[in-house]
């Protein structure tokens, strides 16, 4: 049966989310108090990934702990006071680093991935923005012997899951990418994973295959949301809109909106930045590059080559703190020429992570007409259109695309 259904958020989640749900024949309105995908998925590396599989709090994360609680990685930086103030958060967290949690999340995760990228790939050729897509887009290089064997428990799990990867060393590196200086003595090339030359610019192309299929986006913040017989008021300041579901996708704020129906969500925020620099004159990348020892990622997009941070993990609106991406800058100049810095000050993001790094795509447990989508952590890019097709599934009372049983909203006591 068609429905009618508003959209919180336009993000990634809540773009693709409205999309799918338009396509499908329902009448959709996606509201956002921005302009659509600028927030987090503004600033993004523009990485499809069907292969990133590992999450944060693998065990890997527990034997790092000491290096990385004493600040030695440019990859993390956390604020003290944020970690002691949600030290149960923390904790639980830091729990899910065991082997069998971390393959069982490794599962959940490819078939999310796998999903959205196909669907992906759907809607890009039909918003007519294949310009934008690279094919086998995502590096992870390694500058030492000794940190690439630290990721040999990443590639047992993806050969046994099934993504597919090359293994290349100095010599071929230098061929594939020559525009790299001779600092990587190993790199893994996801074979599979695709990535795309501006996050913003798909956001926009797929906002724009929304309209066309009928759907409306409504500039507002949205204040309040009230269950009423056979739907929902969501309240816009004195302005109200009613339908009969509500999404909730609005992104590393998404726990803010479910408080206030009583929803107690267990999210923080890694917050990342990015700086754009001017290209240099010698070959450009061809792909995404994280630099698995420098901890940042560069990524050649339209408006430049894309320096972006790894995680600060702090309030989610405290100040901006730019020396994370200023160090990361200066280490990507080791790895690759570049000229000047083109931004005037760095965008930061701010990933929305929940305690056991997967999303919540499900009904809301206490309120009918209600869905959570949020909590996409590092890969919402990655994840949206499967997590789109997912509550357009549940809302129909059909079939879900995969298991969606790992994504739940009553794993956790909210
Ligand atoms: C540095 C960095 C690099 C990354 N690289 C990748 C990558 O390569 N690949 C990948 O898959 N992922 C990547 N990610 C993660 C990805 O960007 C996020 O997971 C994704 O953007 C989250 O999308 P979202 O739609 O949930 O949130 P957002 O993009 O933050 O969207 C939420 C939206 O909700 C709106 N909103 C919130 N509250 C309200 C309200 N009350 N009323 C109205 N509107 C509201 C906001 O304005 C916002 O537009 C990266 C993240 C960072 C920070």
């Known amino acids: 049966m068609k429905t ?3 959209v919180v958020g336009g993000g990634i989640v809540g773009v693709c989310n409205a999309l799918a749900l ?3 024949g329902h009448q959709v309105t996606l509201i956002d108090r921005k302009q659509p995908g600028r927030e987090t998925s503004y600033g993004n590396a523009g990485v499809l990934s069907e292969s990133s599989i590992m999450v944060l709090n ?3 994360m527990l034997r790092s702990l000491p290096k990385l609680l004493l600040g030695k990685s440019l990859g993390l930086r956390y604020s003290l006071a944020f970690v002691l103030k949600n030290l149960g958060w923390f904790l639980k967290f830091l729990s899910y680093c065991t082997p069998s949690k971390t393959r069982a999340a490794a599962f959940a995760l490819r078939a999310l991935q796998l999903s959205s990228l196909e669907q992906h790939k759907k809607w890009i050729a039909e918003a007519g923005a294949e310009h934008l897509l690279r ?11 000794v940190s690439f064997a630290k990721y040999r428990d990443e590639m047992v799990l993806m050969d046994d899951i099934g993504v597919r990867y090359t293994v290349f060393d100095r010599e071929q590196i230098r061929q594939i990418e020559p525009g790299l200086k001779p600092v990587y003595c190993k790199a893994v090339i996801m074979n599979e994973t695709c990535g795309v030359a501006s996050p913003s610019a798909l956001t926009d192309s797929y906002v724009a295959l929304f309209e066309a299929a009928g759907g409306t986006v409504h500039r507002g913040d949205v204040s309040g949301l009230s269950g009423v017989k056979g739907g929902w008021q969501v309240f816009i300041g004195e302005e109200v809109l009613s339908s009969e579901n509500v999404v909730i996708a609005a992104g590393p704020w998404s726990s803010e909106v479910a408080a206030w129906l009583g929803y107690r969500i267990p999210m923080a925020w890694e917050r990342g930045y990015h700086l754009h620099l001017q290209p240099g004159d010698g070959p450009q990348l061809g792909r995404a590059i994280c630099d698995m020892d420098g901890g940042y990622a560069m990524v050649p997009t339209l408006h430049g080559v894309r320096i972006t941070s790894g995680v600060e993990i702090t309030e989610r609106d405290a100040p901006p703190n730019y020396d994370q991406i200023i160090r990361s800058v200066a ?6 020429e570049m000229k000047d810095v083109i931004d005037e000050e760095p965008w930061m993001g701010r990933r929305p992570t929940l305690v056991d790094s997967l999303p919540m795509i499900d ?5 009918e007409g209600l869905w959570f989508n949020f909590g996409h952590q590092h890969l919402g890019l990655s994840m949206a259109p499967g997590s789109a097709l997912s509550i357009v599934a549940m809302i129909e009372g059909d079939e879900p695309p995969f298991d969606l049983y790992p994504f739940r909203a009553t794993r956790f006591p909210i």
């Open 22 to 24: 338009c396509q499908a």
């Open 363 to 367: 009904a809301a447990p206490r309120h």
């Open 331 to 336: 280490n990507a100049r080791d790895a690759h």
């Open 135 to 145: 094919e086998a887009a995502w590096v992870k290089a390694f500058r030492s012997e």
């Open 4 to 6: 009618s259904v508003i």
């Open 58 to 60: 693998n065990p890997n």
